[in-house]
């Protein structure tokens, strides 16, 4: 709708905020795309959950002047004995993304169950 040179403004914010909404040990890293990926080592699900969550309110509260408000969908996923490696962790990150974009967008969808 806006045009490239928007959308990569608009990725530059979204960026700036998952910065602003991360602690020093926290990996953001763009997936490609629209899509980031957040590495929160040594948290667990509830902070995770939490980090996210900040992360989008923060996002929808913060207007960017070219196309008003921006906002999020997150999918939460973590290391267990059902997903133990990268790539599957990956997975069930995109599958609860999805699952947000499903319930109506700009909502975090994490695990339901805590990890083994």
Known sequence: TFGHDVGDLALQQV???IRDCTRAGDLP???GGEEFCLLLPNTGPSTAKEVAERIRS??????????GTLTLSIGVAYRSTETPTAAAILKRADERLYLAKENGRNRVVAEDRVPS
């Open 15 to 17: 960026a700036q905020v």
């Open 29 to 31: 890293c763009r997936a």
């Open 58 to 67: 923060t996002l929808s509260a913060t207007p960017m002047k070219q196309v």
